[in-house]
C-alpha cells in the first residue's frame, strides 16, 4: 500500500487554510516528501511527522513556491538529526532538476550567519548542514530504500528542467506531478499506475480576471482542471488526486472542481483540504 497525503494545497498567494505545495508519499516504513511550499513543517507535525521521519526531500521544480520552506527543511534537519540521535537521518538527501544545488548552495549562503552562531553556541555541531544534492532529468532515483522511485521530465516551460516522481512499493505505483501541461514524459510515468497527484487550474477563472496580465501568463504553463483529469484517463489510472488549487476553494468548496473532473475521468476523484489522505491499494 501507498499513502497519499495533501500536505500543503494552496496557491502561491498567501491562505489561511491552504499551506503551499508540498505532498507526502508513504510507503512502508519510509516517508518521501515532494516540494515544500510554504508551511510543511508544520504540516508535517499535523500528521505526527517530523524533517527526522523524511527518507528523502524531491523537488518537481525549482518555482519559490514550491521550495518556500527548503531553508525550514535544512536547518531542522541540521539541528534536530544530532549524531547519537536515534533518530537521525542524515545526511538530508535532496533530489531535484539541475538547479537544485545552485538553489541549496544560495540557501547554505543565507543562513552562514546563523550557522556560523549555532556552531559556536553547541559543541555538538561540528559541521554545518550535510545535504545529499542528486540532480536529474529523467531515470531511477537510488537511494537504498525499499520503495523504488522513477524520473521524468515535464513540461512546464519557460521552467526548465522540470520533472515529475514515480513511486513503486508493493504492487501500487503513484506518480506525481509537479506544474505541467501535459506531455510525453509525464504520460510515460503513468503508465499502469494506480495514481496520479496532480496540480490544477481553472483556466475558465484565471483567465478571465480583469486587468491581471501576470494571471493571465500562466495559463500556458500549468495543466487544467480538465487537462489532468484527461492525463489520468488517458492512463487508465483507478484515482486522481488534485492539488495546488489555483485558485483556492473555501474549504467546504470543491464541488465544482469534482464536476469538472468528472467529466473527463471515470475514476475515483480526490481533492480536499490540508491533510486530505488517500490510501492507494490495488486489489
Ligand atoms: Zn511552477
Given at each position: 500500500m501507498l499513502v497519499v497525503t495533501l500536505l500543503g494545497t494552496g496557491s502561491p498567494i498567501p491562505d489561511p487554510y491552504r499551506a503551499g505545495p508540498a505532498t507526502l508519499i508513504q510507503g512502508g516504513k519510509e516517508n518521501y516528501l515532494v516540494d515544500a511550499g510554504r508551511g510543511v513543517l508544520m504540516r508535517l507535525a499535523a500528521v505526527g511527522g517530523s524533517i527526522n521521519t523524511i527518507s528523502a526531500v524531491l523537488l518537481t521544480h525549482l518555482h519559490s513556491d514550491h521550495i518556500t520552506d527548503l531553508n525550514d527543511i535544512i536547518t531542522s534537519s541540521w539541528l534536530l538529526n544530532?549524531?547519537?540521535?536515534?533518530?537521525q537521518t542524515k545526511p538530508l538527501h535532496v533530489v531535484g532538476p539541475p538547479g537544485t544545488r545552485k538553489v541549496i548552495t544560495g540557501i547554505i549562503s543565507s543562513l552562514s550567519l546563523d550557522i556560523s552562531y549555532r556552531m559556536a553556541h553547541h559543541d555538538?555541531?561540528?559541521?554545518?548542514p550535510e545535504i545529499n544534492i542528486i540532480e536529474i532529468e529523467d531515470g531511477a532515483v537510488n537511494l537504498g530504500g525499499q520503495v523504488r522511485i522513477r524520473v521524468a521530465a515535464t513540461d512546464h516551460r519557460p521552467v526548465e528542467p522540470t520533472i515529475g516522481f514515480r513511486f513503486d512499493y508493493e504492487k501500487e505505483a503513484v506518480v506525481v506531478a509537479g506544474?505541467?501541461?501535459?506531455?510525453p514524459g509525464l504520460d510515460e510515468l503513468c503508465?499502469?499506475?494506480?495514481a496520479l497527484v496532480h496540480t490544477a487550474m481553472r483556466k475558465d477563472i484565471i483567465g478571465n480576471l480583469p486587468n491581471q496580465p501576470m494571471a493571465r501568463d500562466i495559463l500556458s504553463y500549468h495543466s487544467s482542471v480538465e487537462e489532468a483529469s484527461q492525463t489520468a484517463a488517458r492512463a487508465e489510472m483507478d484515482t486522481l488526486i488534485l492539488t495546488h488549487y489555483i485558485p483556492t476553494f473555501p474549504p467546504d468548496g470543491g464541488d465544482d472542481w469534482m464536476k469538472i473532473a468528472a467529466q473527463h475521468f471515470s475514476g475515483n476523484i480526490e481533492l480536499g483540504n490540508d491533510l486530505h489522505r488517500v490510501e492507494i491499494h490495488r486489489p
Open positions: 544530532r549524531p547519537g540521535d536515534q533518530t555538538v555541531l561540528t559541521g554545518p506544474d505541467t501541461v501535459p506531455c503508465k499502469g499506475a494506480d
